[in-house]
């Protein structure tokens, strides 16, 4: 281990910084974040830190170095471009036993910094001591994508309970399992979706009455079959969960984002095959969030575009379990973007409009005259096995049979599909596309010639369209 990490506490602590330019000026923003008093000296100072020098937030101490400058402060930073200059600051804060960064210099440095990331009070620090620092950012970016941003905020809260925990509670043991229980259930869920007041109670119900705990569900839309659609908050949620119910829609390469230890529960519906009725799906989510567990419905696309999420809450909702959506990119936005196919377009449609190709047979018929107009565009989810209605209804209200069509097969995954044709010519089409597919009908389609560009890649998976034109 070539250094040992430790964190400095440096508020209202001197801080001697030489050199003021732009490597100097980010240095400064690091110290400043953290309380210290910035003296410095240069003879020339970047605008950024002449502002703040004449604010007075930072000490303007010399133009020229003095060793004797080191003598009461706690750090030092050399920040020029200097070899020789850097080499006496290092020299003389070596001697005098203070801690020294020359920057961009490993050999001259007694401290470095590292790639942090921030959620005060939590701190996340990491260093390749000097080797690769860009390899320490990039370390970095990845754990910011896994760090919820306001997972501090929980870490205050807990603070604050800290006390009331050990006045009622007076086990080491079993404080510990308290706050182990805590950071996995109700009240971490409610805290990373920024619902601090609930959060709040069910800390209050788990001290009071830890017996009695309730789980929650949340509803998670995992796009439409790319992983790298999956939405930040989507993959923090699902590596947190406890169970996992999904459908069909959901892809391997999605579920192998979920905790290894959840467990994962299928409860899809697919055409001509099992399926599990929609009340006894409900009736899982439920009875597991009341078992105290963490529940999460994994859903394809987005859980409330024809997802029957809102069905699911109801539920939740009647039956008193806490709930939360995480949105997903629908497959109407991610299939046709993967495509080349812009929903809408100044030139071919001024709007678009969402419709199911499956409903209840006792639901209202489709109001087929707005649909058929033209110069909108119309993205029809599950619609397939009535592509010949729905064909034969836009024609007899209007939309023109020339207009163009596309039937988008699996899309966003590697063996996407897009066969495109004419609206008389939808049935054909649609007729043994491979599953799940969407029918996007408007001139846009006539734009996927020129936009398509998500194309095959042997080297990465994902990356693969096949084109039937019928046209």
Known sequence: MDYLPLFAELKDRPVLVIGAGDVAARKIVLLRRAGARVRLVAREIAPEIAEQVESGDITMLAEEFDEAQIDTVFLVVAATDDAELNQRVFAAADARQRLVNVVDNPPLCSFIF???VDRSPLMVAISSSGSAPVLARLLREKIE???PTNIGRMAQAASYWRHHLQTRVKSVAERRRFWERVFTGRFASQMLAGNEAAAQQALEDELNQPERSMGDITL???????????TLRGLQVI???DVVFYDHLVT????ELVRRDADLICVGKRAGSHSVPQHETNRLLVEAALQGKSVVRLKGGDPFIFGRGGEELQAAAEAGVPFQVVPGVTAAAGATAYAGIPLTHRE????VTFVTGHYKADSTPFDWAHLAQSRQTLAIYMGTMKAAEISQQLIQHGRDASTPVAVISRGTRADQQVSVGTLQQLESLAKDAPMPALLVVGEVVQLHHQLAWFQHNPQQEGFNSSVVNLA
């Open 239 to 241: 590596q947190q969960a």
């Open 348 to 351: 071919h449609a001024q709007s």
């Open 220 to 230: 998670v839309g995992a796009g439409p079959g790319d992983a790298g659609l999956l």
């Open 114 to 116: 590292p790639s942090i």
């Open 145 to 147: 994508a896994l760090l």
């Open 252 to 255: 391997e390469s999605v579920l």
